[in-house]
């Protein structure tokens, strides 16, 4: 699920109504900026250094070249295995799926996993965007999906993990749980980790299907979770928790926010970082905290200058990376909060940023993908699209994105 908080989401409640009447008209340029200009950039780190301590994790759940799970790997970093769109970036093909698009695509062995809102999962290829097969849950979801061991594995709105043959979309299991799935199951090893809206995290053996533990938390999780160094973390009601992976019991429970829904957690590099009261109104509470993996914590927590909401921010290469409702895209030193570089953005930037080749990229809301100088913050290029979008997915010289008006816009190079 995208950490769109309620204002968007009230935004992609009237384009289900409103947006799939007419043709998405897609406009297939793109603008450049001057490299060699900052005029958009707030406070830039000239440098381009790296922060010193952070490691950047590499907990991926695919093989090399793809991206099996939402925000690129089981830890939720944002780290994405590229290449990046080269020469002269432009919209290569689109995709129309029959609802809107409330998830990241997930790419392996070049084929795109594609879910609608409808809960029809389409197979598409990367180079083409030509259908392959298309599977129908039977019942709405939203949850990105995840692509391991052949398996395609999402959850839905009744509560029910499905296992699809990736290769045909035929069902290998299926497992009903206590609640309405929202978020994207993690996977480490074996086990794949699915929380539920009623409360209660399921650790299910992959081959099989079966529960290998469940553990009752208190709140409901409405967002992904995050997996890292054998502990699942994950936002109920409040209260960010980590969970042992192996045993399922709860290491710690951290209150971060007096209300509203915790973001999708990301883990790295010994703390783990959340948005906090997302789909609330107490502006006081709009932030991001740090926490200290082992203990729960905190480190120190960023809040906009402009008070606006925030989400969870990618962490890649000792830096950062938020975004938020202040059109801003900002770095910061994740061992501290500091801020590196802030850059300006015309639009409304809800979906987490995706990393990779040294680039950020950010989904504007109904505008524009934006790919920023890693180390600086500069736009080095800019390709328009319409509607409310989800998390970028970066790979194979593709950029992917679906947006709430149903389309799957994939953006590449002047050498595709």
């Known amino acids: 699920m995208n950490e769109m908080h309620g204002r968007g989401r009230a935004v992609l409640a009237t384009r289900r109504v409103i947006g799939l009447t007419g043709l998405v008209l897609l406009v297939a340029g793109c603008t450049f900026t001057n490299a060699g200009r900052s005029s958009d950039a707030i406070a830039p780190d000239p440098s381009g250094a790296r922060a010193s301590g952070q490691a950047t994790p590499r907990s991926s759940t695919g093989p090399a070249g793809s991206v099996a799970t939402y925000r690129g790997d089981a830890a939720r970093t944002g780290a994405m295995p590229g290449p990046v769109p080269s020469g002269t970036p432009a919209v290569a093909w689109t995709f129309k799926a029959g609802a809107p698009i409330a998830s990241a695509p997930a790419v392996v062995g070049g084929i795109v996993y594609l879910l609608g809102n409808d809960g029809v999962i389409h197979a598409l290829s990367l180079d083409t965007g030509v259908q392959r097969w298309q599977a129908k849950l039977g019942a709405d979801a939203s949850a990105s999906p995840l692509v391991v061991d052949g398996l395609v594995i999402v959850g839905d709105s009744t509560g029910v993990v499905h296992a699809l043959a990736a290769t045909d979309g035929s069902t290998r299991w299926t ?36 529960t290998r533990w469940t553990t009752v938390v208190d709140g409901p999780v409405g967002s992904s979770i995050a997996i890292a160094d054998g502990t699942v973390y994950l936002g109920a009601g409040p209260n960010l928790i980590a ?62 200058p402009t008070r606006a909401v925030v ?35 015309k639009e409304v930037n809800e979906a987490v940023p995706a990393i990779a080749d040294g680039l950020v990229f950010v989904a504007g809301n109904g505008g524009a993908m934006n790919a920023l100088d890693a180390g600086t913050g500069v736009i080095r290029w800019t390709v328009p699209y319409r509607g409310v979008p989800y998390g970028p997915t970066v790979v194979g010289g593709y950029v992917l994105v679906g947006t709430d008006l149903g389309m799957l816009v994939a953006i590449a190079g002047s050498a595709k």
């Open 175 to 210: 497992l009903a749980t206590d609640g309405p799935i929202s978020g994207a199951a993690a996977a480490d090893g074996e086990i794949a980790v699915v929380a539920t809206k009623a409360g209660t995290a399921y650790a299910i053996d992959i081959p099989t299907g079966t």
């Open 243 to 304: 969970i042992g992976l192996l045993d399922g019991r709860i290491r710690w429970t951290q209150a971060v926010s007096k209300v509203g829904r915790i973001g999708t957690p990301t883990a790295a590099g010994g703390m783990v970082y959340a948005a906090t009261g997302l789909d609330g109104s107490d502006r006081s509470v709009y932030g991001v905290v740090a926490l200290d993996a082992a203990t729960g914590a905190q480190r120190w927590r960023f809040v906009s």
């Open 311 to 345: 989400y969870t921010p990618a962490v890649v290469d000792g830096r950062a990376y938020i975004v938020g409702e202040d059109r801003r895209v900002t770095a910061l030193d994740p061992a501290n909060g500091t801020i590196l570089w802030a850059t300006a953005t």
